[in-house]
């Protein structure tokens, strides 16, 4: 047996991979209604300035499928999954009611200040990997303070499932805004605030649950629904065009570890080094994800060695995500100048079909991409170098919103940062604020025009600009 040693660029690419995906993986960002199921309460906490005050300590729950439990947007995989009762310590010198507890297959977070102002934020989280353990999210602390301080209730749920199932986090978090009512008091108005696949959450829920919210942020969200996993197929697709290498995805038993951690960084180089090949394939994705824009180079880098690795989660296409993923219709497009045309690289790119049973709207409406039939404002954050969830999601997003007639009720704001949900606490204090203003005067808050070239996007709400910013160069 020959043990494959691995120096230089390959070495580099392989501990970068190991390194990133894993953190990829835990990371990512009316109507009466029917009663919830009975959940599983810890006691309540009044958490204040002390640090000796505590919350319930964590405990783990086996829960089996309950399908018929299910709401009608989410598809359960029927794995059983492992719930961990979440801790959450108090804010220093803001006094506030801690509850945490279980709801059905999942788990949950409530956090009411002692002087509540009626309103209250649900937060979606983002993609948590494929693990049976459920776990709840906090939402970040920048908002999480600002909510406090302000008054805002907020609520989180660990959803029911892991994988990229946004349905189930959009019928989880609904479940557990009816059990707020239930339980703490009917909120007067109920906002919704999503990070990555939770982006993905916050916009099946305007779109399938309208009257249930006043408003929405998504912070670097999967707008597209589905199409954010088509993009990482033709991330796939892009390179093995450009490599001359043969990726066997789909076929049953095959190692694609060698083929991306060997033959990759043999053919295209590495980002900061690439070779022609390379220079072809960082062309493609470039336009494929929004055009020359800051932070695209430094976002890619950053990205890199993750997008690949995630094609080894399900290189043989089984989940019901990857089934419905596909590149069939979509139009590549490369520079001048780098020995390829358009003509050449479309019709040469392998294309990869998705199930119809997969992608089927009326069995799945989550695994389809997302009509922008919007029921209520929505406010954006993205970065333009983030190459996990692409800015071209907004862009996809704004045409389909457009479509349905609802552009009155979208808000983008592109911030010129590299890497997946890297905010800093002013520009996303200043989006809910902006946002919960919008929904209680009426009057639209401003944005940034995703539609056409973002060479120098982001400068108006970008605070503060990164070190080394381009100022429009790229």
Not at 71 to 100: F, N, R, Y
Request: charged share 15%.
């Amino acid at each position: 047996m020959t043990t494959a040693r691995y120096t230089g660029p390959m070495r580099r690419f392989l501990l970068a991979w190991f390194a990133v995906l894993p953190l990829l993986l835990l990371a990512s960002c009316g109507g009466k209604s029917p009663a919830p199921a009975a959940p599983t309460e810890e006691p309540a906490t009044t958490a204040a300035a002390s640090p000796a005050a505590t919350v319930s300590s964590p405990t783990a729950t086996t829960a089996a499928p309950s399908p018929a439990a299910r709401g009608k947007l989410g598809t359960s995989s029927g794995v059983a999954t492992t719930i961990i009762q979440p801790k959450l310590d108090p804010l220093p010198g803001v006094e506030t009611t801690i509850t945490t507890g279980t709801l059905d297959r999942s788990a949950y977070i409530i956090e009411v200040p002692k002087t509540w102002n009626g309103e209250l934020v649900l937060y979606a989280h983002g993609f948590a990997g494929f693990g049976t353990e459920v776990s709840v999210q906090p939402i970040p602390d920048e908002l999480r303070r600002y909510l406090a301080t302000e008054g805002f209730a907020w609520a989180a749920s660990s959803y029911s499932e892991n994988g990229y199932d946004p349905g189930i986090g959009a019928d989880d978090t609904l479940a557990l805004k009816r059990y707020f009512a239930q339980t703490v008091g009917a909120p007067k108005r109920t906002y919704l605030a999503g990070a990555s696949m939770g982006g993905n959450v916050a916009a099946l829920a305007l779109e399938h649950q309208p009257g249930e919210y006043d408003g929405a942020l998504a912070l670097c969200g999967a707008l597209g629904g589905i199409t954010q996993i088509d993009y990482l197929v033709s991330w796939v697709a892009a390179a093995e065009y450009t490599s001359g290498l043969k990726f066997p995805i789909g076929v049953p038993g095959a190692n694609l570890a060698i083929i991306f951690l060997q033959d990759v960084p043999r053919t295209l180089g590495t980002p900061a080094a690439p070779t022609d090949r390379g220079k072809q394939f960082a062309s493609i994705i470039r336009n494929l994800t929004g055009g020359p824009r800051p932070f695209f180079s430094e976002g890619f880098k950053e990205q890199y060695a993750a997008n690949f690795g995630l094609a080894l989660l399900d290189p043989e296409r089984k989940t019901l995500v990857n089934k419905a993923a596909t590149n069939k219709d979509a139009v590549y497009h490369i520079d001048p100048g780098l020995g390829l045309t358009d003509a050449q690289v479309n019709s040469g790119i392998t294309r990869f079909a998705s199930d119809p049973a997969a992608r089927d709207a009326a069995a799945h409406p989550d695994m389809v991409p997302t009509t922008g039939n919007i029921s209520a404002p929505l406010l954006t954050l993205h970065g333009t170098g983030d190459l996990f969830v692409p800015i071209s999601q907004e862009q996809y997003y704004r045409a389909k919103v457009a479509a349905a007639g609802k552009s009155d009720l979208l808000v983008q704001r592109a911030i010129r940062s590299a890497g997946h949900c890297k905010f800093s606490d002013q520009e996303t204090v200043t989006a809910i604020s902006d946002l919960v203003a919008w929904v209680r005067d009426g009057k639209k808050p401003a944005g940034d025009d995703l539609s056409g070239d973002l060479t120098n996007i982001g400068m108006q709400f970008t605070n503060p600009l990164r070190p080394n910013d381009p100022g429009g160069t790229r």
